[in-house]
């Protein structure tokens, strides 16, 4: 399973470089060229990270993220020039978490993106520990047991990276729905139960706990 | 309004102001002698009235022979009866003067000659302070108008100032503004261009073809660095600084790096004396500006095959390479902006400009030296 990445830039050839760039490294890239299909992607899709320029047409960058931000805290990073930098500062008032400086090279990109996910898992490793020798891949997304892959689901993978993202958090059904089913899709408890179930026949059966009739919690 | 406004203003303003307050001033005192000589004549007219009136007394006495001798007096003003050698006949003076001993500054006075001499009288004088109030007056009235007209004109000229300088202050907005937009819409395809052949590397696409596509990385990376500059002069330094602890080590280790492409191409021989671990306080677009502009100074203004050396220290930050000799009067000028100390080599001759100003800021030192064979700048922090 890979991390997914909103890209919203509006230069049709940056865009595809950028693109193709992320995809080679392993990421998957939603893309948006204005505004409006970027509101429509984070509404339908579950997002990791958001790349944001800030001139864009319709709402700009800025105005973008103060518009998700009531709804999502996914990390935010804007590509942006030096005249823009001063708008920066506002940028981070309304919660962007980094930015980048145009023209950049991709592997500075790279870097800002790699430490933007794994701050998300609270960690500047790429790989957190889940015990003794279970270990998961912010990057890739992956269980190991001693650096061998462990076979899992992707909505399976996905709840595992959600319960490191808030361990000791006590997670609604709601919320895990909303992340596990993305728009469309009908979310169904039955198999949630069997993830969780899953996931705790591999990681340890007191890992999560279960909360009854409101969600589950990881115990870190 | 910028300093070259300001100063246009102000040149305009005092070549205005002192031109018309000359013109003020002249015309003032041309005014205020003609008006003091007429109000003078004024004080003579009256004292004119009252000799005459002295001289009919004179006649009726002399006529009605009678015994008692009444001399008219005022306390307005002095009298005084003369014979024909100017002797002191009578009068209100307490002394008697001849009428050659008579001060008479700040006076105004008559001297009537009597035909025929009655009583012996030949002449009659009739004397008085001057009446320094109306002329005082005068002087007032006058220095209030100038007061008054300076202001208004003063006023008047600042409008007129900014009206003249609107249209160059527009102009300049506008090529601000236009340069902004340029290197804003730069920006992209830059990004596009650098970032392209990044994946080209990486991909190893070019194999066959490195020797162009390291033509096409040097020129990218020049016209990166460019637009790097005219961005950072464009705003003036005035945008927010994020000013932090830098390992300026490691920034200077990677920015060489950076360029290692330039150096490479002219067959530099790089000597590097970098310290580790040096922390400095400063932004970071700062820091890139100061070694981007030495670097690429160092390595465009070389020598095919030339040297270039770079040392950091806790203290300093020197950078020297081979060069023709700079000539002294020259290396004072060269940190001015568009300034280059040799015109035929190409360039803006704004990099030591945004060295020396970000120097400026951060209360750095900038040495430049040239010896016969090599320039060295020197950054003491």
Known sequence: MKQKILLLEDDLELHET???????????????????????????????????????PKLNGFEFLQRVRKTTDTPAIFITSLNSIDDVEKGFEIGCDDYIK????????????????????????????????????????????DNEKIALK??????????????????????????????????????LRTYIKTLRSVIGKDRIETIKNIGYRFVK | MSSSEKRSLVRFL???????????????????????????????????????????????????NSKELYYPNSKFYKTAIYDIDKNYIFGSFEKAPKLKDIDFSNKVYVLQSVEPYYLGAAYILVVKDIDFSSINKLKKNIFLFMFVSGLLFALLGYFLGR????????????????????????????????????????????????????????????????YDNITYLSLNHNYHKDIQSLN?????????????????????????????????????????????????????????????????TDKSLTISNTSDNIPREKLSKIVERFQRANSSEGGFGIGLDIVNSVCKSYDFTLFIDSTENSVKVEILW
Not at chain 1, 25 to 45: N, R, T
Not at chain 1, 106 to 134: A, M, P, Q
Not at chain 1, 155 to 180: A, G, M, Q, R, W
Not at chain 2, 262 to 274: A, G, R, T, V
Request: hydrophobic share 40%.
């Open chain 1, 18 to 56: 950028i693109k193709q760039f992320l995809n080679m490294k392993g990421y998957e890239v939603v893309s948006a060229f204005d505004s409006d299909e970027a509101l429509l992607e984070i509404y339908e899709k579950n997002i990791d990270l958001m790349l944001l320029d800030v001139k864009v």
């Open chain 1, 102 to 145: 145009k023209p950049f090279s991709l592997k500075e990109l790279l870097i800002r993106v790699k430490s933007r996910i794994k701050n998300s898992y609270n960690t500047y490793k790429n790989r957190i520990e889940i015990d003794t020798n279970i270990e998961f891949d912010t990057d890739e997304l992956q269980l190991y047991r």
């Open chain 2, 248 to 312: 300026i080590s490691s920034f200077l280790e990677e920015r060489v790096e950076y360029f290692q492409v330039f150096i490479d191409n002219k067959h530099l021989k790089l000597s590097k004396d970098i310290s580790s671990d040096i922390f400095k306080m400063i932004d970071k677009n700062d820091a890139q500006r100061v070694i981007d502009n030495l670097l690429s100074n160092a390595i465009k203004y070389n020598k095919l095959g030339g040297f270039l050396r770079i040392s950091l």
């Open chain 2, 14 to 64: 005092s070549i205005y102001l002192i031109s018309s307050f000359v013109l003020f001033a002249l015309s003032s005192s041309i005014f205020y002698d003609f008006s003091k000589k007429h109000l003078l004549e004024q004080q003579r007219k009256s004292l004119e009235f009252e000799a005459s009136k002295l001289f009919s007394t004179l006649r009726k006495l002399h006529q009605s």
């Open chain 2, 163 to 226: 009206l003249f300088i609107a249209p160059m202050r527009e102009n300049v907005q506008m090529l601000n503004k236009f340069i902004q937009d340029t290197t804003h819409e730069l920006n992209t395809p830059i990004s596009t261009i650098l970032t392209n052949i990044e994946m080209m590397e990486e991909l190893q696409k070019c194999k066959d073809a490195s020797v162009e596509l390291k033509r096409v990385k040097i020129a990218s990376r020049t016209l990166s660095y460019i």
């Open chain 1, 154 to 191: 992707t909505k399976e993978l996905k709840l595992l990276s959600l319960f490191l993202k808030y361990p000791n958090k006590l997670l609604s059904y709601e919320e895990i729905f909303d992340v596990l089913w993305e728009y469309g899709d009908e979310p169904s408890s039955g198999s």
